[in-house]
Structures are given as structure tokens and as C-alpha cells.
């Protein structure tokens, strides 16, 4: 039990939590700890998002699929991970997301109404939650703002980067060919040349209306190197 509540320590909204504020939440909260075995879904895109969900151990897989359902973008990450607490207020209070156990995984649940009534009384909890939604919207405004790149391998990888949650880790692009020449503006013919090059610098892997980057930190050095 002491492993689990240091871990909740380090998790991004009760850091520099003292170590009485932490008990009193224990005593005040409801905290709902739950296992998911291999596979299993435990959050479905488009379902209400009425609660803060931590992952605490094992591994999940992340999956979007765009609004116009020509792809969809896999993520897998395997360390403490808190899941979309922007969708928890707000116009849209959805999920934008699916979620689905790799390995075994821990999962912490904190229901809204205890956010609002009780953590939000905490000013460490209101200032950590409000760094964290503000370092995502600062780090979207940044992408959005990038460069668009000229070479095809650029541009397939930062394809891939925008739709990223994270730099680090596996991703898994499912798409046909015609689709991602149509999102990149390309012919497929270039798409195809492009992704082969990147496959043959091992920066990714490429199935049937599938691609597989093994490490999204490959990504990022590919695309120094191009760009030198």
C-alpha cells in the first residue's frame, strides 16, 4: 500500500502535496482502484468523461480515429499517465479517445464531483491541474504554428507528430495510401517513396494500410538529419 501512495505522489496533480494535505485527502476522497487484464477496454471514445483516470501501472494502448474515419492513430504508453482531463469541463465532456489494457494495468479513478467539492480546495491541486491543461494547449498552440515542412519524409513524420500525445513511445498510423496522400496533398506515388526512405533510415515500418514507429524519438533525429 505505501508503494501505491508514493506513486500517487508522483503523479502530476499531487506533486509537492505535503504529506498531511495527502492524508487528509485519503480520508475525505473516494479513490477507486481498478485492474484491467490484457485487451481489455476500459474507456470507449465518445463515452462521458465524469471522472479523473490516472493510470498507475502496466501498459495501454491509446487509439483516435479522425472525425472523417480515413485513420486511425495508436499510441501505446507504458508509464503513470493521466487521461484526458480536458475532456472532465468544457463544451465537449466526451472522451476523445478509446483506451485498452496491453499488459495488465492499474487504474486510479477520482470522481468529478470529489475534483470540484474537495481536491480543488487544495491550492498545490488547482495549480498543478492548471499547468497541466495549460502545458497541453501551450504545446497544440506551438504544433500548430510549426513550419509546414517541404520534403515528403517531413511531412509524413510531422503527420505523425501532430497526431501525437506523446513524442516517446510506439505509435501505429493505420491508413491507406490514397488517404495519407490526400491529407499530406501529395501524390500517392511521392507518399510511397517517402515512407520507403523512411523505412529504409529504420525510422519506421510499413504494413498493409498500416505504419509502425517503433519509437517516436526516431522521428525527431530523422528529421534533423533530412533537414541538415
Known amino acids: 500500500m505505501e508503494s501505491m501512495f508514493s506513486t500517487m505522489l508522483r503523479l502530476p496533480l499531487f506533486q509537492g502535496l505535503c ?20 485487451g481489455e477496454l476500459f ?10 483516470v490516472f493510470l498507475l501501472k502496466g501498459k495501454m494502448a491509446m487509439s483516435t480515429t479522425s472525425p472523417d474515419e480515413s485513420f486511425t492513430f495508436i499510441e501505446y504508453i507504458d508509464d503513470t499517465h493521466l487521461i484526458e482531463p480536458y475532456s ?3 463544451l465537449n465532456t466526451q472522451y476523445v479517445s478509446s483506451y485498452m489494457a496491453e499488459t495488465e494495468v492499474q487504474i486510479l479513478r477520482i470522481s468529478k464531483e470529489f ?3 474537495d481536491l480543488f480546495k487544495y491550492e498545490i491541486f488547482r495549480m498543478n491541474f492548471t499547468n497541466y491543461i495549460s502545458n497541453r494547449v ?21 503527420f505523425i507528430l501532430m497526431h501525437s500525445e ?11 495510401m490514397d488517404d495519407l496522400a490526400r491529407h499530406l496533398d501529395n501524390t500517392r506515388l511521392n507518399v510511397s517513396k517517402g515512407l520507403n526512405e523512411l523505412q529504409e533510415r529504420g525510422v519506421l515500418v510499413l504494413h498493409r494500410k498500416e505504419i509502425v ?8 533525429r530523422a528529421i534533423h538529419i533530412i533537414r541538415g
Open 88 to 90: 472532465l469541463f468544457g
Open 115 to 117: 475534483v470540484v467539492r
Open 43 to 52: 474507456i470507449r471514445e465518445g463515452s462521458l468523461c465524469n471522472e479523473l
Open 138 to 158: 501551450q504545446a497544440l498552440t506551438n504544433k500548430i504554428w510549426l513550419n509546414t515542412p517541404n520534403q515528403i519524409e517531413q511531412k509524413i513524420i510531422h
Open 166 to 176: 506523446k513524442v516517446e513511445g510506439e505509435k501505429i498510423l493505420r491508413i491507406k
Open 19 to 38: 504529506q498531511e494535505d495527502f492524508t487528509n485527502i485519503l480520508g475525505r476522497v473516494k479513490l477507486h482502484f481498478t485492474k484491467h487484464k490484457p
Open 213 to 220: 514507429v517503433p519509437d517516436g524519438g526516431r522521428l525527431i
